[in-house]
């Protein structure tokens, strides 16, 4: 499991940076609001903990891009504004959760692990569209225009990852994680195949979209500005 940290406070992100691999999550850090919005644009993470005072690009307006652009990544605000508004403030403009400064790492522990083991947002059943595709969830369906075909239930699951991620270069074991399960053995291979598997998909059915490999890292898919 992958998060990331936006915290202007380096000594504050780089102790919650220790403490969260010790406890075997992966981190990212930044330090302003633009950077943590590159970071949450470009790559895919589980969760996100953002700091509401941040230079050049405060937490609010990071939260608000974010939902605005459909990322539905969970985020927890850890922040020092705890007053009744600022916290109702926080949570109706997106917010998972809301922790105020200062806390015991072992609550922040407590709250992400509630927040993983919450049921997955995929469940709404509304067709996914992205670039001139549409995806129904339900019968494993692809569309493109006058084109369709079936999907299997893992190429399914495995392209409904990328629509709800789009254009963010997504690790390798996130996509493991996220499809297979985080306890299942998978060989790397198997992932490699679903890939192809998909990517032929998307050419039967004369899609535009690129489902991209980012070299050392894992996949991507691209809306094609090709006409």
């Known amino acids: ?22 406890n075997h999550f992966e981190t990212d850090v930044c330090h302003d609001g633009e950077e943590g919005l590159h970071f949450i644009e470009q790559q895919s993470h589980d969760l996100i903990l953002l700091d509401r005072m941040l230079p050049i690009l405060d937490g609010i307006s990071v939260l608000k891009i974010t939902r605005e652009k459909n990322i539905s990544t969970p985020i927890i605000f ?14 109706d403009c997106g917010a998972d959760d809301y922790l105020v400064k200062p806390f015991d790492f072992e609550e922040l522990l407590a709250r992400i692990r509630c927040i993983l083991r919450r049921p ?4 709404g059943k509304k067709p996914l569209e992205l670039g001139d595709i549409s995806y129904d969830i339900d019968q494993k369906k692809l569309c493109c225009k006058d084109n ?7 190429e399914g699951d495995l392209l409904e990852f990328f629509l709800r991620n789009p254009e963010q270069t997504i690790p390798r074991a ?28 998307l050419k039967s059915v004369q899609s535009s979209l690129q489902l ?5 890292i894992g996949y991507q898919l691209e809306i094609s500005c090709d006409p």
């Open 148 to 154: 369709s075909c079936s999907l299997s239930a893992r």
């Open 78 to 91: 850890v922040t020092a504004l705890g007053a009744l508004n600022d916290k109702i403030t926080g949570l």
């Open 1 to 22: 499991m992958r998060i990331l940290i936006i915290e202007d406070d380096k000594s504050l992100a780089e102790t919650l940076r220790f403490q969260l691999e010790r």
């Open 120 to 123: 997955s947002k995929w469940e």
């Open 174 to 201: 996130s996509l493991l994680a996220k499809v297979w399960g985080p306890d299942t053995e998978v060989e790397d291979g198997n992932l490699d195949n679903y890939i192809y598997f998909l990517r032929r998909r």
């Open 212 to 216: 991209k490999t980012i070299r050392g």
